[in-house]
């Protein structure tokens, strides 16, 4: 299983940004999706998640931001953002994994597979 992220760079704040995450070795469509963010001295955290029925989760900060969906049938998921502030500074990485009912799309225990990150800075 081999998740690859793409699409970081840097942006002046109020821009956008669309993250594209591919995925091989087994199907998109089974998981759960997601979106977290890892900025320096900080906890990763969850962003944005897509269920295999494609509900979808956001963060409390991204909200009206963000927008997380996936094609099936090129096995990728998207994270786009709009309205970029400073504080969105963080390398972000997808992952996925197998959500049971009660669990939480946006903690990070249930995900199995992560990819390696990309870079998102925004600037003010």
């Known amino acids: 299983v081999q998740l690859v992220e793409s699409g970081g760079g840097s942006v002046q704040a109020g821009g956008s940004l669309r993250l594209s995450c591919a995925a091989s070795?087994?199907?998109?469509?089974?998981?759960?999706m997601g979106w977290f963010r890892q900025a320096p001295e900080k906890e990763r955290e969850g962003v944005a998640a897509?269920?295999?029925?494609?509900?979808?989760t956001y963060a409390d900060s991204v909200k009206g931001r963000f927008t997380i969906s996936k094609d099936n049938a090129k096995n990728t998921l998207y994270l786009q953002m709009n309205s970029l502030k400073p504080e969105d500074t963080a390398m972000y990485y997808c992952?996925?994994?197998?959500?049971?009912?009660?669990?939480?799309?946006?903690?990070?225990?249930?995900?199995?597979?992560w990819g390696q990150g990309t870079q998102v800075s925004v600037s003010s």
């Open positions: 992952a996925a994994g197998r959500r049971g009912f009660w669990d939480d799309p946006l903690s990070h225990g249930i995900y199995k597979y």
């Open positions: 070795g087994y199907t998109n469509s089974r998981y759960c």
């Open positions: 897509i269920d295999s029925d494609d509900s979808t």
